[in-house]
């Protein structure tokens, strides 16, 4: 979701335009209309979500500050727009990079390394300036969580053409070594500041760009997760879910974001950490060192010819 609120006005400005050849004058006045009343209503942030970057472990009560030569299990960095950044967050542990980071230090015991690149207002556009930014600063991430699309949408960005850039960015992470997972497009169609017919509009294109966000980001190698599902707990509880300009979410609003999105990143990690060299390496010691312990037991031996070992079985009387 956009730091420039107002952008929601210009995606509808956009939109009206684009359909007045075969919509009629009236209706393009009166989405001209919803726009402006959107405007008022939802205003613009222009705060600075709480900087939340450090190590986090199990049980620890603040994050500890990242020196270069500091080792850490895993590596997480936060891509994408203002919902990725935290706008609008009071404080550090209400950020969604820094849940993501702490659940992911309980769930597994290891310590988690939280970087941010997102940046406030970004569309589809920015993530190939962000990914470059990784890779200008150091090495790339063990783990990235991508929330991106929401802007797309409010910007009147082409479906495809927004999808497409997502995917190219994936890729590249993915390409480098990181388990990535991709928060799609959420279903703008939940805000309630923005008024019929536009709403609808806006809802089927946040359904559009999440489906094909999707296909694109799972065929690039990531673990989509479709953030639009959780619309009907935005619809259901908006109160509670939306920060005070009823556009971003609140700090229970990123919660759920956050929730949804860590038992994926941590299937997925357990996923990688069990098909790595030295996962497959401890495996095979724990193999031998079993085959040792029978072979040492009374009644066992090992009979060697040529090439071949031998195990024999003691004999059951």
């Not at 991508?146 to 910007?155: E, H, L, R, S, Y």
């Not at 992470?173 to 017919?197: E, K, M, R, S, Y």
């Not at 619309?231 to 509670?240: A, K």
Request: charged letters at 20%; glycine letters at 10%; aromatic letters at 4%.
């Amino acid at each position: 979701m956009s730091r420039r609120t107002a952008a929601v006005t210009g995606m509808a400005t956009v939109l009206a335009g684009s359909s007045a050849g075969t919509a009629s004058w009236a209706a393009y006045r009166l989405l001209m209309a919803q726009a402006g009343a959107a405007r008022g209503v939802i205003g613009r942030d222009t705060s600075k979500p709480p900087e939340a970057d450090g190590v986090y472990t199990a049980g620890c009560e603040s994050p500890e500050p990242w020196r270069p030569g500091k080792p850490v299990d895993v590596h997480l960095m936060i891509f994408g727009d203002s919902t990725a950044a935290g706008l609008g967050c009071a404080n550090c542990e209400e950020v969604p990079g820094v849940r993501i980071a702490r659940g992911s230090a309980e769930a597994t015991g290891m310590s988690i390394r939280l970087s941010t690149k997102a940046i406030c207002g970004a569309t589809s556009k920015g993530l190939s300036g962000q990914v470059d930014a990784m890779f200008v600063a150091g090495p790339p991430p063990d783990a990235a969580v991508i929330f991106v699309g929401a802007n797309d949408v409010t910007k009147k960005h082409s479906i495809s053409a927004s999808a497409h850039r997502l995917g190219v960015a994936v890729r590249r992470l993915h390409d480098a070594g990181a388990v990535v997972v991709v928060g799609t497009c959420p279903d703008l169609g939940t805000v309630a500041a923005i008024p019929q017919p536009l709403r609808t509009i806006v809802h089927n294109w946040s359904v559009r760009l999440a489906k094909a966000q999707f296909g694109i980001s799972a065929d690039a190698g990531a673990h989509p997760v479709p953030m639009g599902d959780l619309g009907p707990q935005f619809l259901t509880s908006p109160d509670r879910l939306f920060a005070a300009d009823g556009f971003h979410p609140s700090a229970d609003g990123y919660a759920l974001a956050a929730a949804h999105i860590l038992p994926v990143l941590v299937t997925a990690l357990a996923q990688r950490r069990a098909e790595s060299p030295q996962a497959r390496s401890a495996e095979r010691r724990g193999i031998t060192a079993r085959l040792r312990g029978l072979v040492e037991s009374p009644g066992w031996r090992v009979r060697r010819s040529a090439n071949l070992v031998h195990i024999e079985s003691p004999v059951q009387n």
